[in-house]
């Protein structure tokens, strides 16, 4: 069995920071090692002392960058690549005009083992380990999807997603095919190495209650599975719903009238929530998901992450590029972006805090905290190697910086694929080979 001893400056969070002063929330070894066999932690903490552990492992030294858990990604559609940088609509005009057509191509299983390769690519070149990931309405882009995730050994949550209705032909599927295919890939890909399969009804707008029936079917049949779809995103989005569910009361409604909320439920934007909707979904468990550089491009409006932490009822959030509307693969942008998006809502986030939010907060969110988001023992191995001296600019600031959370808001400010240095996944580098 290989070893391999990852020295550098270690950081992992145990619990939300609440301040940049709140210590207790993380663990930092100035001197630090993980170390890894058989592509999980088996030990980390003072290099001193993990290095005792070791014997003669091989070393590799990645002092004086910092040694986090690899990122997560809760919410990206890998079909969307080509999509990105799309000029001049909000949601559903970018949707019609720009976002189905680029996924009709996924039709093709050559441009979806294309794609999705270079999209797990630019995962581990941005430092991402894991994401919850949408596929096409072809289950042979899921495939294609889970494909190229196991052969880099990449923990990943996806799903095709399910769309019977307001979507181009070449797009849709029925309540019973979609039914049918993403039973047949739950078997093919849930479970199988580090891979999990999320029931996907897109949104509302694009299945017929008939589908939404189906997803509920799912959802109670493989109760263990994530499910994912979007919710509250933008004001002709939310208007549009309303008028094909005139029933469910609001939004939120919709999902809970379908058995969909819940622990593993994952629901992408949650911008213009009302209180009970925000009632609803903590209650449930539910996770929202902010998605900072898409709500931003697309104009939909400011996640207040603040006001939803700080309820008497706290909704779990997550946080997520959201790509193609979201403009980045970086978590360190989308958390730049995140700053800002929080700031025009009168409020701040502390460094310490987003840090915790892109690694251990998002494991939590995603259910996944027993494997990763941390550097326990008995973890996957999946760490990023950060510099924050990356670019000229960063190491001009790096000149005045003096403590640890200075140090992580000038890498959330500044940097991007730039400051990764290296990605290890399952205890292999992803990165440097690229
Ligand atoms: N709502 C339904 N589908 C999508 C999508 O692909 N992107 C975004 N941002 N919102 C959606
Ligand atoms: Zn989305």
Not at 9 to 25: G, I, M, N, T
Not at 59 to 70: A, E, F, M, N
Not at 104 to 132: N, Q, V, W, Y
Not at 366 to 378: H, P, Q, V, Y
């Amino acid at each position: 069995m290989t070893k391999t001893l990852i020295r550098g400056r270690l950081l992992a969070f145990l619990a939300e920071p609440h301040a940049v002063d709140d210590h207790a929330s993380y663990v930092y070894e100035e001197d630090g090692a993980v170390l890894v066999e058989d592509r999980v932690i088996v030990a980390s903490g003072a290099y001193a002392r993990v290095a005792l552990d070791a014997g003669g492992t091989e070393v590799v030294d990645h002092r004086p960058h910092l040694l986090l858990p690899g990122f997560i990604d809760a919410h990206a559609h890998f079909p969307q690549m080509q999509v990105i940088a799309s000029f001049g609509a909000e949601l559903l005009d970018w949707l019609n005009t720009y976002t189905f057509p680029a996924e009709t191509k996924f039709s093709d299983p050559a441009h979806a083992a294309r794609i999705a390769g270079c999209f797990l690519d630019e995962m581990a070149r941005h430092g991402t380990t894991t994401a919850a990931v949408y596929c096409t309405v072809h289950p042979g882009s899921a495939d294609a999807f889970f494909a190229e995730a196991q052969r880099r050994g990449m923990c990943m949550i996806a799903g095709k997603v399910m769309m019977d209705r307001n979507a181009p032909a070449a797009l849709t599927d029925t309540a019973q095919s979609s039914y049918d295919d993403t039973k047949a890939l739950i078997a093919r890909w849930h479970g199988k190495g580090r891979l999990n399969y999320a029931i996907t009804p897109r949104f509302a707008i694009t299945s017929t209650p008939g589908q939404m029936e189906m997803a509920a079917a799912l959802a109670a049949e493989h109760p263990d599975l994530h499910i994912q779809t979007h919710l509250s995103e933008n004001h002709a989005e939310i208007a549009f719903s309303g008028e094909l569910y005139p029933h469910c009361g609001d939004y939120t409604g919709i999902y809970v009238d379908y058995g969909l909320t819940g622990p593993k439920s994952l629901f992408g934007h949650c911008i213009h929530l009302s209180e009970r909707e925000a009632d609803v979904l903590a209650e449930s468990g539910s996770v929202a998901v902010f998605c900072p550089t898409s709500n931003l491009f697309l104009g939909s409006g400011l996640f207040d992450y603040q006001r939803y932490r700080r309820r008497t009822r706290p909704l779990r959030i997550a946080a997520a590029t959201d790509v193609g509307g979201g403009t980045n693969y970086s978590m360190l942008r989308t958390m730049d972006e995140g700053y800002k998006v929080i700031a025009l809502n009168g409020e701040k986030l502390n460094p310490l805090a987003s840090f915790w939010q892109i690694t251990r907060g998002n494991a939590e969110a995603l259910s996944l905290e027993s494997r990763i988001g941390t550097l326990e023992a008995g973890s996957d191995a999946d760490l990023v190697v950060l510099d924050a001296r990356a670019t000229p600019a960063m190491r001009l600031r790096m000149e005045t910086v003096e403590t640890l959370a200075e140090e992580l808001f000038v890498l959330q400010t500044l940097g991007d694929d730039r400051a990764v240095v290296e990605t290890y996944v399952a205890g292999s580098p992803m990165k440097q080979g690229l």
